[in-house]
């Protein structure tokens, strides 16, 4: 026969694992309440997020220099920029599309001053060329951020040519 001393031992072993068991769900909860909060805000954050993949050719600061920036947006393709020349400043390239070039893979540009032109991946470079075959340079990726020490991070930067590629194929091939 059960006592009553031994029922109240018994109750009282019953509400400390309640109790226990209570505040483990609460702390469950709020923990999965600020996973859900990381998670929703770093997807806010990551769908704004620009990214850009820059392409070079010649020296910089020399007149045959010339730079193509592929910005993306909102996991969206977005602008293109490209400079020329030694004080050249970043002027609007219009996207004309995806489009073959000798069988590869491409897409269209066309240049501020009307001049239409293919840009196709080729390794971890992109040639760049006209349909006449009178402009053509392979561009290499540019790496923009400091060196020795000196100069700023580029947060939007493809870290790598491998990285900028694959955003121009994600963004600007399909």
């Not at 859900?36 to 806010?44: D, M, T």
């Not at 920036?69 to 002027?91: L, N, V």
């Not at 609007?92 to 293919?118: D, H, S, W």
């Amino acid at each position: 026969m059960i006592k009553n001393k031994d029922k109240l031992n018994c109750y009282k072993l019953i509400l400390t694992a309640l109790h226990f068991n209570i505040n483990a769900m609460r702390r469950n909860f709020v923990s999965r309440l600020a996973l859900l909060c990381i998670i929703f805000l770093s997807g806010i954050a990551g769908a704004n997020a620009q990214k850009v993949a820059n392409y070079a050719v010649g020296q910089y600061g020399k007149p045959n220099y010339e730079h193509f920036s592929f910005w993306t947006k909102a996991g969206k393709r977005a602008q293109i920029a490209y400079t020329q020349g030694k004080y050249g400043e970043d002027k609007p390239v219009k996207y004309l599309g995806k489009a073959a070039y000798e069988g590869k893979a491409a897409f269209r540009v066309q240049l501020p001053n009307g001049t239409i032109l293919y840009v196709i991946p080729s390794g971890i470079n992109l040639k760049v060329q006209s349909a006449t075959k009178s402009y053509s340079k392979t561009f290499a990726w540019a790496y923009e951020g400091p060196v020795d020490g000196r100069g700023t991070f580029c947060s939007e930067c493809a870290e790598d040519e491998k990285d900028a590629m694959k955003l121009l194929r994600a963004y600007y091939l399909k």
